[in-house]
């Protein structure tokens, strides 16, 4: 991937991001300051026929840098606690799973009475402030310059807090693989997460990530972020003013924008998104229901939360309280200070007991 | 406020900073603590991490009080090994909290940090409870 740029495309660039700001409200500002200097990928979704290219390019590539769990795998203590395997469930691609980054949404549904079909590629959404990087205890899940967030599986413990906290519960858990199998496996840990790293080595040697580079469609790009949000915006507004005749309305049209805080991950649909979330869980719920029946029947422990299968509804920013409660910590020391100047003023220096 | 209020003050203080900071690692939950009455507001991290902020910010007043008004006071730091461990509690609780915010670190220095921040503050919660412990003892 070539960063040169030349100073026509810079100025174009320039007057892009200019009348996407312009047009945009605070939180997108916001989004677009945070992420300066970051790499943003942009999907458009009227593009994709579901051929799942970028599906089997991602795990031919990278399937084989997950580890095989050993055998058998610790049971965890207590007994509340699950053992993830996936590890016999490799050819799995209709979910995230710790063996698949990436999976193909495919819908079926009426719009406006017409017989409609949607394809959705899910994976990480790396967001600008993400919640699974910054309260990683152990550092494990981390954010780089470039704005990858990625999981280091080698100092990973497995306690899928990153999973509780993404507000898409993007990570998944393989158990009986990492570092707690050599410090107390059946008490601390549980194995290690793994999720979409956007091809972070291949980007590193100036390379596409692969999902981007296989698809014959050309629905993903990839690009600094700046430029890429101006791009969505303005296909927003045209499919807005396709679908209603409503430019204004762009914002139901793309996600990834300002939920969780903004994200480096744009989707721009033909559908407004609150439809296509709505068939989304509906079609989530089916599926869900007879995993855990298969699951049961399978002898297995029915899996929690939704099954490695993203929802595409409105989301906050889930490190929005650190920004007041942050505040405080700033405060509290002056306070502190002026507090104690003054008491020391008061007895004139002397060393009462308090 | 009397000597006695600021010196609970301080250990609850001390006591939810610890606890909410131990919460961090995910073992609440799996050792049933948030399954005891009136706690379940701990599986939540989020709730967790307002909890650790705002308990960490009454510490930091509490210490800047003490210092700038210069009272003979019978909790907090007492040794050279406390005050050193409140420092490095500090200044790695200043880069999370900046992290936190969305201020880029590399990485490398985040792992140091944050295994800094967790065992200071481990040698930190002992040293208390082995101090609180030995004065018990002798009173």
Known sequence: MSRQVNRRQLLKLAAASAAALATAGPGQ????????????????????????????????QWQKTVPDPV???????????????????KDITDRLTPYNFLYVEHLEFKYKGNDTELHIPRRCMHCLNPPCADLCPFGACRQEANGVVHIASDICMGGA????????????????????????????????MFKCHRCLPLLEQGKKPRCVEVCPEGVQQIG??????????????????????????????????TENGGTNTLYVSPIPFKVVNKVLMAEHKKLIKQENAEALAAGRRPERGPHGRPHMGPVG?????????????????VAGLIAGLSARNKTGGSNNER | MSARTLKWIYALAVAAASFSGVGQLPILKRYYITDLPLMGWAANFVTLSTVHYVSVAVLIGLIMWRLASRAKVRWGPLTWWGWGLLGLLAVTGAVKMLRNVGVYFPPPLIVTVNLTHMFSGMAFMFTAIAAGLARVGKS
């Open chain 1, 161 to 192: 807090k990153c999973r509780k906290v993404c507000p898409w519960h993007i990570p998944q858990r393989q158990s009986g693989v990492g570092l707690y199998l050599k410090i107390m496996p059946r008490y601390a840990g549980n194995g290690a």
């Open chain 1, 29 to 60: 500002v916001a989004a677009e300051v945070a992420g300066a200097g970051m790499v943003c990928t942009l999907l458009d979704l009227a593009k994709c026929v579901g051929c799942e290219e970028c599906v089997n390019a991602c795990q031919e």
């Open chain 1, 224 to 257: 600094p972020r700046r430029e890429m949000v101006a791009k969505a915006v303005a296909l927003a507004k045209a499919r807005a003013k396709a679908d209603c005749g409503d430019e204004g309305r762009w914002r139901e049209y793309i996600y990834g924008l």
């Open chain 1, 71 to 89: 055998e058998p795998i610790p049971k965890p203590f207590p007994d509340r606690v699950p053992i993830e395997d996936f590890s016999k469930r």
């Open chain 1, 317 to 333: 920013d889930v490190m929005d309280h650190v920004k007041w409660v942050s505040w405080l910590v700033v405060a509290a020391p």
